[in-house]
């Protein structure tokens, strides 16, 4: 009883701490010194026309402030090429010609008070300038990308258009989605942008990429680092191009070896991954799959232990995992002679073998996703 009175006194004064806490930050936070805030409702439309402003005099200092007005955050002449946006009036010290603006409608802006009299209404004339932004699937979000030449630089840009965040001519293998899409005016020229990440060997990228130097629909390009799951293949050739050029499938490719005259098939394999794999995966904390119905099979074999042997295994050498899986093929009734000897069963094979994905660069574990099966197509 003593130790439940203890607990709940430390809760109690935890809470009213917690509480104290924040009133003492709360009237610790300097007030604005700007009054009669109205903010503008059309900050969060598609259409900017209504909110863009740009500095009168591009040459001349325009200070933006802080919301106390004491400390100038940006000056508008370092900015030629900016169009800003209004997101509030108010007034200062009784002149009501303040507005508040943001170089970036999204998280982490430049932003701040600017007195109205350095501002032009409208958009910049100079630079890259973003007309819309839009989030409507399938047009402007969702979707399959892939780079369209791997011989032209394809730049992925920051908001702005004025630093280059990756060249994407080096990312051919990849998949990329639109998260959304932006209209973006320069020289009298319009062209929609998506914005989309891309994986490289220090994490995730984000950006703008011109959306004429993107195709629909996935890459075919297996060669490289890049890792496709089961569900994204077309067909067994399709899958089979994944097998013989990806750098992950040397392990999937001398396992394959191990069953001579057993073709390799992917809806099999599919199951193989779904059904009867197993998986680690740094970006996913679920407890295991929802499997498939198998259908269009019979006679269907599970070397589950084998999967269970490679997962355990995982940061063994190739070479080790090999002779592991020779080993539990033949105690599960699968020597050499009755593998090269197999007549009528097709192969369903998933291997991801302890693959860095750029989930991986703050996880610091990789992805493991181990299946393999045998069966019968149904007649």
Do not use: C
Request: proline share 4%; no cysteine.
């Amino acid at each position: 009883m003593k130790k439940l009175f203890v607990l709940i006194a430390l809760s109690f004064a935890f809470t009213v701490g917690g509480v104290n806490s924040q009133q003492a930050n709360a009237a610790s936070q300097p007030k604005s010194a700007f009054k009669n805030v109205k903010y503008i409702s059309g900050y969060s439309y598609n259409k900017y026309s209504d909110i863009a402003v740009h500095a009168k005099n591009p040459k001349a200092n325009a200070y933006i402030w802080n919301d106390t007005h004491t400390k100038k955050l940006y000056n508008l002449k370092n900015y030629p090429t900016y169009t800003w946006f209004k997101t509030a009036t108010g007034s200062y010290r009784g002149n009501a010609n303040w507005v508040q603006v943001t170089n970036f409608p999204t998280m982490n802006p430049k932003e701040g008070w600017v007195w109205k009299g350095y501002l032009k209404d409208g958009f910049n004339t100079k630079g890259y300038q973003i007309l819309q932004k839009r989030y409507g699937q399938p047009k402007y979000a969702g979707g399959q990308y892939h780079v369209a030449s791997g011989q032209k630089n394809v730049y992925l840009w920051d908001w702005s258009h004025t630093k280059v965040r990756a060249n994407l001519k080096h990312y051919t293998n990849q998949t990329f989605s639109q998260r959304h899409s932006i209209l973006v005016s320069h020289n009298g020229n319009q062209q929609w942008y998506y914005y989309t990440d891309v994986d490289t060997k220090k994490g995730t990228i984000s950006g703008y990429v011109k959306a004429s130097q993107m195709n629909k629909g996935r890459s075919k390009n297996y060669h490289g680092n890049v890792v496709v799951y089961p569900y994204d293949f077309d067909n067994t050739s399709d899958y089979l191009s994944y097998i013989k050029d990806n750098n992950h499938q040397k392990l999937a490719r001398e396992i394959i070896k191990l069953f001579p005259n057993t073709p390799v098939d992917y809806q099999l394999s599919y199951y193989a991954a779904e059904n009867y794999g197993i998986e680690r995966d740094p970006g996913w904390d679920g407890d295991g799959f929802d499997p498939d119905p198998v259908k269009g099979y019979t006679d269907i074999v599970s070397f589950k232990p084998i999967a269970n042997y490679l997962m355990n295994h995982r940061n063994e050498s190739n070479a080790k995992k090999l002779a592991g899986v020779k080993k539990l093929l033949a105690k599960a009734g699968y020597p050499a002679a009755k593998r090269n000897n197999l007549s009528g069963y097709h192969l369903g094979i998933y291997i991801v073998n302890n693959v860095k994905t750029s989930q991986s660069v703050t996880d610091h574990s990789k992805l493991n996703w181990y299946g393999l099966i045998i069966g019968k197509p149904a007649s």
